[in-house]
């Protein structure tokens, strides 16, 4: 069995290198579960068969250690050096290969369960979403609110609540599912969406957006215009960049395109049944639904609700809209 473990422990160390290198695309969930199914059948191995085993040969020990002082004591010898507490103590130890894979299990499939089907951590890659989100925030995305879901297969088994406007949403990238992406919902399926001339209005009514102080980004080094808007029971704040056109350039070829218009002005688009339009609040700065389409139900992860942690601004950790 140690060949065996020795061979399932490198394989995985040899896609995690592969990922790390970019060698492979990787799957965290997929490598989750395999990781929570591999030792788990350790654990039950463990439990069933190999921790008998040794038990049984450390009670085989002790009887024939009791046989033996017997039989000395008969002879009139009772100091006897036979060790017999650490002589039990090996034959009950965990081999290295059990300790790598069966006591790792509680561990595995407690994370593997909170991060299925309670909150999953996120780490915020870009300024997309700036200044609700900046780069570096730790997140945690809600698992639930929208319907529990399988991991690995993505597959709802429980309704949960729809997507409302204004959610912050973290989704599996239509273009390419293996990457997660977070943006705010701003569409529901059935609704027009137009966003001209940096105006958003959905369904003919336009949003309500209030300037605020302008926004120093001290990544750039600039000042942008800042507003709050308001999104269905969400007050947001969002970003605008004045040197940046208001028409989308360069929009790929997507699913449903033919819902969307496209001009100098901007973008207007009706969202189909079952999908949802979604924008960064960087609004200028942003690959969103204005460029790569819709996000379809099967893709939604999560509801975005908390940082956690930000290791350069501690101040950032909070509950956000």
């Not at 290198?21 to 395999?34: C, D, K, M, T």
């Not at 997660?180 to 919902?185: F, L, N, P």
């Not at 609704?191 to 750039?220: C, H, M, W």
């Amino acid at each position: 069995m140690q060949f065996l473990t020795a061979a399932i422990l490198a394989a995985f160390a040899g896609y995690a290198g592969a990922w790390y290198l970019g060698v492979v695309e990787g799957n965290f969930a997929l490598i989750l579960f395999l990781a929570t199914l591999v030792t788990g059948l350790y654990w039950l191995a463990e439990r069933l068969y190999f921790l008998p085993q040794r038990r049984a040969a450390a009670a085989t020990l002790e009887a024939q250690v009791a046989q033996r002082r017997t039989e000395l004591a008969a002879q009139g010898i009772t100091q006897v050096d036979d060790d017999l507490p650490a002589a039990r103590e090996r034959l009950l130890m965990q081999p290295w290969w059990l300790d790598w894979t069966a006591g790792l299990f509680p561990v595995i499939a407690v994370v593997f369960l909170l991060r299925s089907f309670l909150f999953e951590p996120f780490k915020i890659p870009s300024g997309s979403m700036i200044p609700t989100l900046r780069v570096g925030d730790l997140i945690l995305v809600n698992k639930f609110t929208y319907g529990i879901r399988l991991p690995v297969l993505n597959t709802k088994i429980t309704e949960g609540h729809k997507p409302q406007r204004g959610d912050v949403m973290v989704f599996r990238y239509p273009p390419k599912p293996s990457l997660d992406y977070i943006k705010r919902v701003v569409g529901l399926p059935g609704d027009e969406v137009a966003y001209l001339n940096k105006r958003l209005t959905i369904n003919g009514q336009l949003v309500s957006k209030t300037a605020l102080p302008n926004f120093f980004d001290g990544d750039v080094m600039r000042y942008f215009k800042h507003y709050e808007e308001v999104l269905g029971d969400h007050r947001h704040k969002l970003l605008n960049d004045d040197d940046r056109p208001a028409f989308v350039s360069g929009a790929d070829d997507f699913p449903f395109k033919q819902n969307c218009r496209y001009s100098v002005e901007g973008v207007v688009c009706k969202v189909p049944e079952g999908h949802y339009f979604m924008m960064g609040d960087n609004r200028d700065n942003s690959l969103d639904s204005r460029y790569w389409g819709f996000v379809p139900d099967q893709n939604i992860v999560g509801k975005a609700f908390f940082v956690w942690m930000n290791f350069s601004d501690l101040k950032r950790i909070g509950s956000f809209e």
